[in-house]
């Protein structure tokens, strides 16, 4: 079986300079269409390596679903931690109460509800009640511990003290907040088309 070169009938010196031609031709081929791909490797590498943890970082997630639920029902039927319309007033004067050094001067009872931008979610709503008060150092600070061990979502959002025209009590303002629940509609609105139906 003859060879290319021998079919070509090429001389020694002919097949030299095809052969270098060949060669020339193949480098300057994987100069340009090969070598410049050689780095894309490693950063294919890398997106398959961040691909597959993003990958496994979601299926954990997703496995976490049944544990959110749990979470987002207990959230919902929470009740017996939550201050009512009425409470935060009442907490505060029983407070005043077991305090007898503060004094609540004047109240805003009209326990306004926060603007929507600051509610906390889709369950509990803020609710505002404001005071002006008369106190001893000490009795201040009864009072805030006081609220605090009620173990209801109140607290207090702002607070302003001053010394008294006396100079030897202390005045100010405080603003307290509550989460309330909200209302569910969805729920209530179930339960009154049970109650038609019976």
């Known amino acids: 079986m003859k060879s290319l ?111 929507a931008g600051s509610n906390t979610n889709r369950f509990f709503q803020e609710q505002m009640f404001t005071i002006q008060f008369n106190s001893g150092g000490k009795d201040l600070v009864d009072f805030l511990v006081g609220i605090a061990s009620e173990n209801t979502l109140m607290r207090v959002r702002e607070m302003t003290v001053r010394p008294d025209p006396s100079q030897t009590r202390l005045s100010g303002s405080m603003v307290l907040v509550g989460n309330l629940q909200r209302r569910n509609t969805n729920t209530t609105s179930n339960a009154a088309a049970q109650r038609r139906r019976t």
């Open 5 to 115: 070169f021998d079919r070509l009938n090429l001389r020694p010196q002919e097949r030299r300079l095809v052969v270098i031609v060949g060669m020339a031709i193949f480098v300057v081929l994987n100069v340009w269409f090969v070598w410049p791909y050689f780095g894309k490797w490693s950063e294919v590498s890398n997106k398959m390596s961040r691909s597959q943890t993003m990958l496994k970082r979601y299926k954990d997630e997703i496995a976490k679903k049944p544990t959110y639920e749990a979470k987002e029902k207990e959230l919902a039927n929470i009740g017996e931690l939550l201050v009512s319309e009425l409470d935060l007033e009442k907490i505060a004067r029983k407070q005043m109460s077991l305090t007898p050094g503060f004094t609540i001067t004047t109240s805003d009872s009209r326990n306004r509800v926060s603007a």
